[in-house]
């Protein structure tokens, strides 16, 4: 049987239709649930949307809508979205699916019913854009600590989860699993901001507004938008209603998130996991932000573009490689067009399309296009074929190790050995000479062997080009086993024309 693997981007707010920061995340992941399926594992990937809260209820209410018809019309493009960005996910769950309200309500009358959840009186400083409380010294200037607004204090009746009941616990989960947050340091500014000083127990019902799952019990009151949001990661299984999927996928191998949102799925989640008696997560990781100039991506400075412009422009795969390959995972970086231009023109077009492109045409030129492998090696070949049967150990370990960055350029690294291989032989003079075909034969098809191979090893990244590459190849050697050693690559194999995979952009 297969082994799982059960990954998960953040359900987003739909407050605004999503932009590249979101992309960037969703992109990540599904490289990430690609590269598993590939490598052989049954694989979950679910995203969605988080639609309840006040400020989705607000957004409605300026623009005249009701809160769902708010949300419906960007839940359709943000499926249209992830459509043109060739996302691959398995799940999309919503917050407003009738199956996970329900489940919902069972999950906190559950938590009620065994005495987690209790009744008290609420009296706080509330960020309603960021909907989260904090303590008078978490403030910066009186201000939100994450994005900087005002914060309003309000006293209310609500029902409160025993947080502080299960921090001892939670330490000791952090203790005994190393690697549930990385990277490193979002661990330990968790512990000392926030553990350490003492868990509180947490706020986890409203009665300032009505847009959310209403506490069945209780129906003045509805749950916070976080408990809510959590949850998805189980209702979409069939938590507490079937445990038909929650067998096969339970616990989430990853939770991937942007940093601000660590917080919540290391601290609140897990405590809510373990007063449900659910295993804990394997990994949490905080990813950094894309920022554009250096700051926020932002709304109200209206300093990006739909995504899809650059995809119009560039091609999907441009701005999936970007998003990949530029910024170092883990830490922030900055996205702008230029960037994305230069990396597509470097490493894609120059790089892997003129790689493929004229090994494919010399075949045709030379051979007819059809392979053949007389095996007359020399000294060169030796230190090619070396670097591409390494290569699909050391892309595991970078996947593994969630590098997805360097896992990219180890391939592209083997691509630019490939037309430093051509540069070094020079085909086209062995061409000239009747005496040297098989020679000329032997290293094209190393060549084409080791296109093949990376091309296989970038479908998780770049899969409409790999794609492509691999039908130009016309071979039927595409899975992972097929790529274990040098050689696979079928004799007498007619290739497909060549075609351009990526047009150099201008640059004005
Ligand atoms: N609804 C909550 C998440 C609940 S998960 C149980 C939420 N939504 S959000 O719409 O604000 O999305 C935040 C997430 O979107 C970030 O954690 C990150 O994954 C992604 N990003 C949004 N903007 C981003 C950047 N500028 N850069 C990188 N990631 C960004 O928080």
Redesign the pocket.
């Known amino acids: 049987m297969k082994e799982k693997f059960y990954i998960t ?5 739909p ?1 605004a239709n999503f ?1 590249i ?2 992309c ?2 969703t992109i990540i992941a599904d490289a990430i649930a690609r590269y598993k399926r590939l490598t052989g594992y049954d694989v979950y990937y679910q995203t969605g949307t ?1 639609e309840h809260g006040e400020k989705i209820e607000k957004k409605a209410h300026e623009a005249g809508v009701t809160p769902k018809e708010y949300v419906d019309k960007i839940i359709e493009d943000a499926e249209d979205l992830w459509k043109s960005l060739n996302i691959s996910y398995d799940y999309f769950i919503r917050t407003t699916d009738e199956d996970h309200v329900r489940r919902v309500k069972k999950i906190f009358k559950k938590l009620y019913d065994q005495g987690d959840i209790y009744k008290g009186t609420y009296e706080g400083l509330y960020c309603v854009p960021c909907e989260s409380f904090w303590t008078e010294s978490q403030l910066v200037d009186g201000k939100c600590p994450d994005c900087g607004r005002e914060i309003k204090l309000v006293s209310e009746e609500a029902y409160f989860f025993k947080l502080s009941k299960y921090q001892d616990r939670l330490v000791k989960y952090y203790e005994e699993h190393p690697d549930f947050i990385l990277p490193l340091s979002r661990k330990n500014e968790m512990l000392n901001n926030f553990i350490n000083p003492g868990l509180e127990d947490l706020c986890v019902s409203r009665t300032s507004f009505t847009w959310g799952i209403p506490v069945d019990f209780d129906p003045k009151h509805v749950v916070y938008v ?1 408990v809510d ?2 949850s ?2 189980i209702t979409s299984l069939g938590y507490p209603e079937d445990d038909t999927l929650m067998k096969k996928y339970w616990p989430a191998d990853l939770h ?3 940093k ?2 660590v917080r ?2 290391v601290i609140i989640w897990p405590c809510m996991l373990m007063a449900l008696g659910l295993p804990l997560p394997k990994q949490v990781f905080g ?5 554009i100039d250096g700051g ?2 932002s709304k109200s400075l209206g300093n990006y573009k739909d995504p899809r412009e650059y995809i119009n422009a560039y091609g999907v795969d441009a701005v999936r490689y970007y998003a990949l390959r530029e910024v170092p995972f883990g830490s922030d970086g900055n996205f702008s067009e230029e960037a994305l231009v230069s990396r597509t023109n470097s490493d894609l077009a120059n790089t892997l399309g003129n790689l493929v492109n004229r090994t494919i045409s010399m075949e045709h030129k030379y051979f007819d296009g059809i392979t053949n492998n007389p095996r007359i090696f020399e000294e060169i070949d030796n230190e090619l074929i070396d670097k591409v049967n390494n290569l699909k150990k050391i892309v595991e370990e970078k996947m593994n190790g969630l590098k997805v960055n360097e896992a990219i350029e180890e391939i592209m690294e083997v691509l630019r050995s490939c037309n430093k291989y051509i540069d070094e032989t020079t085909p086209w003079t062995l061409a000239k000479d009747e005496s040297k075909k098989e020679r000329l034969a032997t290293l094209l098809y190393n060549l084409l062997e080791s296109i093949r191979i990376c091309a296989i090893l970038l479908s998780p990244f770049i899969p409409d080009t790999a794609n492509k590459i691999l039908e130009q190849l016309n071979t039927k050697e595409t899975n992972y086993e097929s790529i274990n050693e040098f050689g696979k690559l079928e004799e007498g194999l007619k290739l497909n024309e060549p075609q351009i995979l990526f047009n150099r952009i201008e640059t004005k």
């Open positions: 981007t953040p359900i987003y707010y407050s932009h920061g979101h960037y995340t988080d976080w949001a959590l998805n990661y991937l998130v942007g601000e949102i919540f799925h990813h950094g932000w894309l920022k926020k991506i």
